[in-house]
């Protein structure tokens, strides 16, 4: 079963626009983490966000968790076509032994037009 | 280049046949994990090791086996393979402390299975 589901599933933008993707989970999390993952390719870790934190930003990234909605969004400012990839969210769970292991999401195919 | 290096890249099977998929780390992670990648699934995970002689299953196990030969190499088999077995591999790394992870996974380059 999925964790995280990734809204929406597909993205279409122009270059320069912001691209804000939103992921929704069920269970407490101790963190919840975003990759990349460019076609044909492995996933490249972009941020991760702990459970008592509320935002984070990485250069054009930034980060938003509200564990009350059990929610978190990724905004992408001034995209590039460079940005097309598929983006996934990814939860630890709190609790138990779970350590480092992550529940990925389905992800959101974005497409930045040049 | 330091990560995660798999082999082989691709690999097609006959049904029954059977194979182990490579996996190594360099960053001196105590925890890994192989992941299966379907076209609208996303990433479930297979199996993980949290550390140097431990394994685990994960959300998707059957037909697979695992061996954390040491620290930095995790190998998965597949001991018959099956058509439902097609699909994307990949194996991971990451690092936790105390029960805190500390940075994220660092993932390889997959492996490309197709069981014809």
């Known amino acids: 079963s999925q964790q995280g589901e990734e809204d929406p599933q597909a993205l279409s933008i122009q270059e320069g626009e912001n691209a804000t993707m939103n992921c929704s989970y069920k269970?407490?999390?101790?963190?919840l983490q975003w990759y990349r993952q460019n076609s044909g390719r492995g996933l490249v870790h972009l941020i991760l966000?702990?459970?008592?934190?509320r935002e984070k930003h990485s250069g054009r990234l930034r980060v938003t968790l509200d564990t009350s909605k059990k929610s978190s969004s990724l905004l992408i400012t001034a995209s590039r076509a460079a940005d097309t990839a598929s983006y996934f969210c990814?939860?630890?769970?709190?609790?138990?032994?779970?350590?480092?292991?992550?529940?990925f999401g389905q992800g959101t195919i974005l497409t930045v037009h040049p | 280049n330091a990560g995660v290096t798999q082999t082989p890249k691709f690999q097609v099977l006959k049904t029954g046949q059977s194979m182990t998929l490579q996996c190594a780390q360099d960053m001196n992670h105590n925890s890994m994990y192989w992941y299966r990648q379907d076209p609208g699934m996303g990433l479930r995970l297979i199996y993980y090791s949290a550390s140097e002689g431990t394994t685990d299953k994960g959300e998707v196990p059957n037909g697979y086996n695992v061996s954390r030969l040491n620290k930095r190499e995790f190998s998965l088999r597949l001991e018959s393979a099956a058509p439902s077995q097609t699909s994307v591999y990949f194996c991971?790394?990451?690092?936790?402390?105390?029960?805190?992870?500390?940075?994220?996974?660092?993932f390889g380059s997959g492996t490309r299975l197709t069981v014809v």
């Open positions: 966000i702990r459970s008592n934190e």
């Open positions: 269970t407490s999390i101790n963190n």
């Open positions: 990814a939860t630890g769970n709190a609790g138990g032994t779970s350590y480092g292991k992550l529940t």
């Open positions: 991971a790394s990451s690092e936790e402390v105390s029960g805190w992870v500390v940075g994220g996974y660092t």
